[in-house]
Protein backbone atom coordinates (compact mmCIF):
# COMPACT_ATOMS: atom_id res chain seq x y z
CA UNK A 1 0.00 0.00 0.00
CA UNK A 2 1.71 3.45 -1.10
CA UNK A 3 1.15 5.76 2.06
CA UNK A 4 1.98 8.95 2.92
CA UNK A 5 2.67 9.47 6.78
CA UNK A 6 1.94 12.67 8.83
CA UNK A 7 2.02 12.46 12.43
CA UNK A 8 -1.60 13.23 13.72
CA UNK A 9 -0.82 15.86 16.61
CA UNK A 10 -1.73 18.01 17.88
CA UNK A 11 1.10 20.15 17.75
CA UNK A 12 1.04 22.70 20.08
CA UNK A 13 3.35 25.89 19.66
CA UNK A 14 2.89 29.75 20.80
CA UNK A 15 2.33 32.67 18.82
CA UNK A 16 5.29 33.88 17.10
CA UNK A 17 6.95 30.29 17.05
CA UNK A 18 8.32 28.67 14.28
CA UNK A 19 5.94 25.54 13.91
CA UNK A 20 7.62 22.21 11.81
CA UNK A 21 5.44 20.04 10.34
CA UNK A 22 6.76 16.66 8.89
CA UNK A 23 5.30 13.93 5.95
CA UNK A 24 7.31 10.71 4.89
CA UNK A 25 5.97 8.77 1.85
CA UNK A 26 6.49 5.44 0.63
CA UNK A 27 6.06 5.47 -3.36
CA UNK A 28 9.74 6.29 -4.51
CA UNK A 29 8.66 6.80 -8.33
CA UNK A 30 6.49 10.21 -6.44
CA UNK A 31 6.77 13.51 -8.15
CA UNK A 32 5.01 16.20 -6.69
CA UNK A 33 4.72 17.48 -3.16
CA UNK A 34 1.81 19.73 -1.77
CA UNK A 35 1.32 21.14 1.28
CA UNK A 36 -2.33 22.04 1.71
CA UNK A 37 -4.75 23.46 5.11
CA UNK A 38 -7.93 22.32 6.15
CA UNK A 39 -10.09 23.99 8.97
CA UNK A 40 -12.50 22.26 10.40
CA UNK A 41 -15.47 21.35 8.31
CA UNK A 42 -13.50 22.73 5.40
CA UNK A 43 -11.90 21.99 2.00
CA UNK A 44 -8.44 21.54 1.82
CA UNK A 45 -7.00 25.18 0.46
CA UNK A 46 -3.64 24.83 -1.29
CA UNK A 47 -0.65 26.42 0.46
CA UNK A 48 2.37 25.69 -1.49
CA UNK A 49 3.90 22.87 -4.18
CA UNK A 50 7.24 21.56 -4.15
CA UNK A 51 8.95 19.35 -6.97
CA UNK A 52 12.78 19.54 -6.57
CA UNK A 53 14.82 18.72 -3.38
CA UNK A 54 15.39 21.58 -1.04
CA UNK A 55 13.62 24.51 0.36
CA UNK A 56 11.41 26.81 -1.48
CA UNK A 57 9.63 29.65 0.65
CA UNK A 58 6.59 31.66 0.02
CA UNK A 59 6.27 34.47 2.54
CA UNK A 60 6.11 32.84 6.67
CA UNK A 61 5.68 29.39 4.73
CA UNK A 62 8.78 27.15 3.54
CA UNK A 63 8.71 24.12 2.41
CA UNK A 64 11.06 21.21 1.64
CA UNK A 65 12.06 18.44 0.00
CA UNK A 66 14.26 15.10 0.62
CA UNK A 67 13.60 12.76 -2.05
CA UNK A 68 16.41 10.44 -1.07
CA UNK A 69 14.98 10.09 2.35
CA UNK A 70 11.06 10.37 0.94
CA UNK A 71 10.51 13.22 3.21
CA UNK A 72 8.45 16.49 2.84
CA UNK A 73 8.39 19.53 5.69
CA UNK A 74 6.73 22.43 6.34
CA UNK A 75 7.92 25.23 8.08
CA UNK A 76 5.76 27.98 9.56
CA UNK A 77 7.40 31.12 10.66
CA UNK A 78 5.58 33.45 13.31
CA UNK A 79 2.79 31.53 13.61
CA UNK A 80 -0.62 33.54 13.89
CA UNK A 81 -3.67 31.53 16.13
CA UNK A 82 -5.38 31.71 12.40
CA UNK A 83 -2.83 29.41 11.54
CA UNK A 84 -4.64 26.85 13.71
CA UNK A 85 -5.75 24.11 11.56
CA UNK A 86 -5.48 20.54 9.75
CA UNK A 87 -2.29 20.66 7.65
CA UNK A 88 -2.62 17.55 4.71
CA UNK A 89 0.82 16.76 2.93
CA UNK A 90 -0.35 15.49 -0.83
CA UNK A 91 2.00 13.76 -2.71
CA UNK A 92 1.65 12.01 -6.63
CA UNK A 93 2.49 9.20 -7.06
CA UNK A 94 2.56 7.29 -10.28
CA UNK A 95 -0.61 5.53 -11.25
CA UNK A 96 -0.84 1.96 -13.67
CA UNK A 97 -2.86 4.18 -16.04
CA UNK A 98 0.63 6.15 -17.12
CA UNK A 99 -0.63 8.89 -15.10
CA UNK A 100 -0.42 10.19 -11.29
CA UNK A 101 -2.72 9.69 -8.19
CA UNK A 102 -2.77 12.33 -5.60
CA UNK A 103 -2.42 10.52 -2.36
CA UNK A 104 -3.18 12.47 0.87
CA UNK A 105 -1.88 11.89 4.25
CA UNK A 106 -4.22 12.13 7.51
CA UNK A 107 -2.83 15.76 8.20
CA UNK A 108 -1.20 17.09 11.35
CA UNK A 109 -3.55 19.23 13.98
CA UNK A 110 -1.78 22.49 14.90
CA UNK A 111 -2.65 24.64 17.75
CA UNK A 112 -1.52 27.91 17.85
CA UNK A 113 -1.71 29.47 21.34
CA UNK A 114 -1.80 33.66 21.91
CA UNK B 1 -10.67 35.61 -8.00
CA UNK B 2 -11.76 32.08 -9.74
CA UNK B 3 -13.04 29.35 -7.48
CA UNK B 4 -14.15 26.08 -7.83
CA UNK B 5 -18.03 25.69 -6.85
CA UNK B 6 -20.24 22.64 -5.58
CA UNK B 7 -23.88 21.77 -5.10
CA UNK B 8 -25.77 20.97 -3.51
CA UNK B 9 -23.76 21.98 -0.06
CA UNK B 10 -25.83 19.25 1.63
CA UNK B 11 -27.37 16.48 0.52
CA UNK B 12 -29.63 13.97 2.65
CA UNK B 13 -30.92 10.57 0.88
CA UNK B 14 -32.11 7.32 1.27
CA UNK B 15 -30.38 4.14 1.21
CA UNK B 16 -30.19 2.98 -2.68
CA UNK B 17 -31.71 6.12 -4.13
CA UNK B 18 -29.24 7.65 -6.60
CA UNK B 19 -27.54 10.85 -5.91
CA UNK B 20 -25.72 13.54 -8.39
CA UNK B 21 -23.01 16.17 -7.13
CA UNK B 22 -22.50 19.18 -8.95
CA UNK B 23 -19.57 20.94 -9.50
CA UNK B 24 -18.15 23.72 -12.01
CA UNK B 25 -14.32 24.04 -12.05
CA UNK B 26 -11.97 26.89 -12.49
CA UNK B 27 -13.32 28.02 -15.92
CA UNK B 28 -9.92 27.67 -17.95
CA UNK B 29 -9.21 24.40 -16.12
CA UNK B 30 -9.17 21.05 -17.93
CA UNK B 31 -8.30 18.87 -15.00
CA UNK B 32 -10.74 17.80 -13.06
CA UNK B 33 -11.11 15.34 -9.94
CA UNK B 34 -13.60 13.96 -7.28
CA UNK B 35 -12.46 13.04 -3.61
CA UNK B 36 -14.22 12.06 -0.49
CA UNK B 37 -13.38 12.28 2.93
CA UNK B 38 -15.16 10.50 5.60
CA UNK B 39 -15.63 12.35 8.81
CA UNK B 40 -12.36 11.80 10.72
CA UNK B 41 -10.51 10.74 8.17
CA UNK B 42 -8.44 11.71 5.15
CA UNK B 43 -8.65 13.09 2.16
CA UNK B 44 -9.29 10.13 -0.70
CA UNK B 45 -8.97 10.14 -4.36
CA UNK B 46 -12.16 8.95 -6.40
CA UNK B 47 -11.19 9.44 -10.36
CA UNK B 48 -9.87 12.21 -12.49
CA UNK B 49 -10.72 13.29 -15.39
CA UNK B 50 -9.40 15.04 -18.72
CA UNK B 51 -10.52 15.17 -22.08
CA UNK B 52 -13.69 14.09 -21.73
CA UNK B 53 -12.72 10.96 -19.82
CA UNK B 54 -11.42 9.71 -16.81
CA UNK B 55 -7.98 9.16 -16.56
CA UNK B 56 -7.45 7.44 -13.39
CA UNK B 57 -9.82 6.15 -10.39
CA UNK B 58 -9.26 4.43 -7.19
CA UNK B 59 -10.58 0.91 -5.87
CA UNK B 60 -12.96 3.24 -4.31
CA UNK B 61 -14.82 4.05 -7.67
CA UNK B 62 -16.48 0.85 -8.16
CA UNK B 63 -19.55 0.47 -10.64
CA UNK B 64 -22.06 1.81 -8.39
CA UNK B 65 -19.73 5.64 -9.22
CA UNK B 66 -19.90 7.79 -12.65
CA UNK B 67 -18.27 10.81 -13.43
CA UNK B 68 -20.03 13.25 -16.28
CA UNK B 69 -19.35 16.78 -17.95
CA UNK B 70 -22.46 17.01 -19.80
CA UNK B 71 -21.58 20.81 -20.89
CA UNK B 72 -18.60 22.90 -21.09
CA UNK B 73 -18.95 24.07 -17.67
CA UNK B 74 -20.46 21.41 -15.19
CA UNK B 75 -18.48 18.33 -13.70
CA UNK B 76 -20.76 15.57 -12.16
CA UNK B 77 -20.66 12.37 -9.72
CA UNK B 78 -23.33 9.91 -9.94
CA UNK B 79 -23.45 7.32 -7.20
CA UNK B 80 -26.20 5.03 -8.39
CA UNK B 81 -27.49 3.27 -5.18
CA UNK B 82 -26.23 4.67 -2.82
CA UNK B 83 -24.92 2.79 1.17
CA UNK B 84 -24.70 3.79 4.54
CA UNK B 85 -20.87 3.86 3.94
CA UNK B 86 -21.28 6.23 1.02
CA UNK B 87 -21.84 9.07 3.90
CA UNK B 88 -18.83 11.60 3.66
CA UNK B 89 -17.82 14.83 2.62
CA UNK B 90 -16.99 14.94 -1.26
CA UNK B 91 -14.68 17.01 -2.65
CA UNK B 92 -14.19 18.37 -6.39
CA UNK B 93 -10.99 20.11 -7.68
CA UNK B 94 -9.64 21.31 -10.16
CA UNK B 95 -6.31 21.77 -12.22
CA UNK B 96 -4.97 24.43 -14.84
CA UNK B 97 -2.56 22.08 -16.57
CA UNK B 98 -0.23 18.93 -15.40
CA UNK B 99 2.80 21.16 -15.65
CA UNK B 100 4.71 21.61 -12.58
CA UNK B 101 3.14 19.07 -11.07
CA UNK B 102 -0.94 20.14 -11.50
CA UNK B 103 -1.27 22.21 -8.31
CA UNK B 104 -5.35 21.51 -7.63
CA UNK B 105 -8.13 24.16 -6.04
CA UNK B 106 -10.89 22.64 -4.23
CA UNK B 107 -14.10 23.29 -4.67
CA UNK B 108 -16.45 23.34 -0.40
CA UNK B 109 -17.51 20.44 -0.89
CA UNK B 110 -21.18 18.66 -0.75
CA UNK B 111 -21.92 17.09 2.47
CA UNK B 112 -23.67 13.29 1.51
CA UNK B 113 -25.45 11.87 4.53
CA UNK B 114 -27.33 8.54 3.29
CA UNK B 115 -30.07 7.58 5.74
Given at each position: QKEVEQNSGPLSVPEGAIASLNCT??????????????????????????????????????????????????????????DSATYLCAVKRPASGGSYIPTFGRGTSLIVHP | EPEVTQTPSHQVTQMGQEVILRCVPISNHLYFYWYRQILGQKVEFLVSFYNNEISEKSEIFDDQFSVERPDGSNFTLKIRSTKLEDSAMYFCASSGSLAGGGEQYFGPGTRLTVT
Open positions: YSDRGSQSFFWYRQYSGKSPELIMSIYSNGDKEDGRFTAQLNKASQYVSLLIRDSQPS | -
